[in-house]
């Protein structure tokens, strides 16, 4: 059964940092972490390859930190200095090779929400 289940959203002000967590059932060779804001498209926020290559969008650059446990089938998703501007619900993704393109992506978890407060 392929399982993907995100963890560690929560409420958090900004200069505080938040570490969110995604499990898989499974291998993959890339994965990434999406969000959605209210009344926005989900978007791409940072991705990681097997090779632990990483790619991020232009918002989090320098203040996100994407990085995987193989072993533990497990990616991160370290948020340091978050800015309200970072509310919403994060997803985690597998793909299998490295891309942005929500279509490309097989499996996806249900998110948890990120609320981020001045």
């Known amino acids: 059964q392929v399982q993907v289940v995100e963890s560690g959203g929560g409420s958090v002000q900004t200069g505080g940092s938040l570490r969110l967590s995604c499990v898989t059932s499974?291998?993959?060779?890339?994965m990434a972490w999406f969000r959605q804001a209210p009344g926005k498209e989900r978007e791409f926020v940072a991705g990681i390859s097997w090779n632990e290559a990483t790619s991020y969008t232009d918002s989090v650059k320098g203040r996100f930190t994407i990085s995987r446990n193989k072993p533990k089938n497990t990616v991160y998703l370290q948020m340091d200095s978050p800015i309200p501007e970072d509310t919403a619900v994060y997803y985690c993704?597998?793909?299998?090779?490295?891309?942005?393109?929500?279509?490309?992506?097989?499996?996806w978890g249900l998110g948890t929400q990120v609320t981020v407060s001045s």
């Open positions: 499974f291998s993959s060779y890339f």
């Open positions: 993704a597998a793909a299998g090779k490295p891309t942005r393109e929500e279509a490309d992506f097989h499996a």
